[in-house]
């Protein structure tokens, strides 16, 4: 048997399974960190065609965010909303439930 990158096995789930994308990005949001959603966030990258399809829709350079897309970036807001429309998504704000 032969193995697979993780990024490639999760890209591969997305594509299969968007709603699983979604629920994945949004339960991040909720708990995780920033370095998980950019981790994510590439792996849709791949899924969505690769990243220098997802920078040319996002009207990025595609270098710039290979780098914006590691565990370290740090994405402008104007940045990842690009991302997410290049990828038919957006962000979203609701009302956080009282403990």
Known sequence: MRDRLHDDAMA???EQDPAYALAML???LEDG?????LIALRQMAKAYGGVQAIAEKANLNTTQL?????????????SLTAILK??????A???VRAA
């Not at 960190?33 to 959603?37: A, N, P, S, V, Y």
């Not at 290979?66 to 104007?78: C, D, F, H, Q, V």
């Not at 290049?86 to 962000?91: F, H």
């Open 12 to 14: 591969e789930l997305f």
């Open 66 to 78: 290979y780098r914006t897309l590691s565990e370290e970036g740090n994405p402008a807001l104007s």
């Open 26 to 28: 949004n339960s991040i």
């Open 33 to 37: 960190e920033q370095g998980e959603l």
């Open 86 to 91: 290049a990828m038919g998504l957006r962000l």
């Open 93 to 95: 704000v609701e009302r």
